[in-house]
């Protein structure tokens, strides 16, 4: 059991956005640490629940859209990263620790974070990147290659978690991996999994249905030195929106692509500079981020509404969305 640990507080902006006007900015509270850690990891369930993970392994959750914070500590001593966190609902959730070997693992609560187990820790080969899950059903988790291989772990059941090769339709490219800033680059919505990859020449996203037994691999039109497929969302079975490009070149411009029956086609891109990291749907809604700000549409990208609210990680329901960035979380409504 995890001990609740004491905390200081600063600021969340709280944004309410209509899609055709301007943000207005409010502050609210967030947690943070006496030792310099901060937050980089975020879900959220709805317009009051709220996890936060901090890089040195604290998970921060509030059932009042941020008045008041448990904080609690899944690591124990190990001042492991959380870098990323998948909410199931106000007491249940998993959080995923980054880095190399055995500093990768997946813990789970049950009880709000007043204790967490550990359901997997990693060799010291392995490189987790993200996950997604069904409740008390399918998951997976996306690695970093192994051994010229895929490397990904799965649960049937959320309980039980194995290391795989195996459910891919084609190999491994060299250095090929998964991006794991946003922790978009695994997703289940409308009975289909994506993932994309990342580190390699060319990137590829991964599509199945929640039934089907093997992933399908399909390049993407994305390519450079680190191409990375930063984020997915899938619509249908073969239907997947993606955003990225080539994490070494700085010059890169937004993108975004939609592979829909086996044809890539670019959507008109926001208004907003760099490489997109962030993508989400919510209702009509499709919402992309960055460290430059958010930006959404309801027209496929013909036009775009804008906030330059610097986003890490983006956690979108309900027409809402919390934004995770330098500045705190930031909370904006979509209205119609």
Not at 47 to 61: D, E, V, Y
Not at 124 to 136: A, S, V, W
Request: hydrophobic share 35%; aromatic share 10%.
């Amino acid at each position: 059991m995890q001990q609740p640990w004491s905390s200081m507080f600063t600021g969340i902006a709280l944004f309410s956005l209509p899609v055709m006007a301007q943000a207005t900015v409010s502050q609210v509270e967030m947690p943070i640490n006496d030792s310099g850690a901060y937050w980089h990891a975020l879900a959220s369930t709805d317009n009051q629940t709220l996890w936060l993970g901090s890089n040195q392994g604290h998970i921060a959750r509030s059932e009042d859209g941020g008045e008041n914070w448990n904080i609690s500590r899944p690591t124990g001593t190990n001042e492991l990263a959380i870098a990323q966190i998948k909410a199931i609902d106000e007491r249940q959730a998993f959080a995923l620790t980054q880095g190399a070997g055995t500093d990768s693992r997946l813990y789970h609560t049950r009880n709000g974070g007043f204790s967490w187990s550990r359901v997997y820790r990693s060799n010291g080969n392995e490189t987790l990147r993200c996950f997604d899950l069904i409740p008390d059903a399918e998951a997976w988790v996306l690695g970093n290659g192994l051994n010229e291989n895929w490397h990904v772990v799965r649960s049937v059941n959320g309980r039980s978690w194995l290391a795989s090769r195996s459910g891919f339709n084609s190999a491994l490219l060299p250095g090929e991996g998964g991006f794991n800033d946003s922790a978009s680059c695994v997703r289940y919505a409308n009975d289909t999994w994506a993932m994309g990859s990342a580190y390699a020449t060319t990137a590829r996203i991964m599509v199945k249905s929640t039934n089907a037994l093997r992933f399908n691999v399909i390049e993407t039109p994305i390519s450079g030195r680190s191409a990375a497929v930063t984020a997915v969302y899938p619509l249908a079975n073969r239907d997947v929106l993606l955003v990225g490009g080539d994490l070494d070149n700085d010059d890169q411009s937004a993108q975004i692509f939609r592979w829909k029956d086996n044809n890539f086609s670019e959507l008109p891109s926001p208004p907003l500079a760099g490489l997109l990291t962030n993508l989400s749907v919510s209702g009509q809604t499709m919402i992309v981020a960055n460290h430059y700000g958010v930006a959404w549409s309801n027209t496929w990208g013909e036009t775009w509404q804008t906030n330059d609210t610097a986003t890490r990680q983006l956690s979108c329901h309900d027409n809402s969305c919390f934004s995770l960035g330098p500045e705190g979380v930031s909370r904006f409504t979509l209205e119609d």
